[in-house]
């Protein structure tokens, strides 16, 4: 096997490996505005002290960021010229060519239990955890791969 070959099985390995992961993480995302919005502590006056866990309100002044286009507009309001040159250097910006990576297996092949281990094991995963976690993980990447049924890639550049 060939190095570049060894890279790109690799980069497959870990982008399905990925799948899963990254799907648990947005449903916990999710999840954790839910569970911490249905905590009342005002019949604790804002904090408790338990004794496995414990809790707090706190009220924090922050300035708010103004959004980016809301400042732009508002900056060609107050300077047309300056805001015309602003606005035309951004779409330039914009406009810059993507470098992409497309990436997959070919037909009829497929990775081995072994090239996900060795992904596995980098992300700091002894072998025994990356043996009982695999099945599940691969289980749940066909899943959800099943339904994005596309072409794989990564942005290399902007």
Do not use: W
Request: glycine residues 6%.
């Amino acid at each position: 096997m060939t190095d570049i070959e060894r890279q790109i099985i690799q980069l497959v390995a870990a982008d399905r490996l990925h799948i899963p992961v990254s799907s648990m993480e947005g449903k916990l995302k999710r999840m954790k505005p839910k569970l911490a919005a249905a905590i009342d502590l005002d019949p604790h006056e804002g904090e408790y002290q338990g004794d496995r866990v414990y809790a707090r309100v706190e009220a924090e002044d922050r300035l708010k960021a103004r959004g980016m286009k809301e400042g732009v507009d508002r900056f060609c309001q107050e300077h047309p010229k300056y805001g015309e040159i602003l606005t035309q250097m951004i779409e330039e910006e914009r406009s810059e060519r993507e470098v992409h990576l497309y990436f997959g297996t070919n037909a009829g092949t497929h990775l081995t239990a072994d090239d996900y281990m060795s992904v596995m094991q980098n992300l700091g995963f002894n072998e025994a955890t990356a043996r009982s976690l695999y099945q599940e993980l691969m289980d749940v990447s066909r899943k959800i791969s099943k339904k994005r049924d596309e072409e794989r890639s990564i942005l290399l550049s902007e």
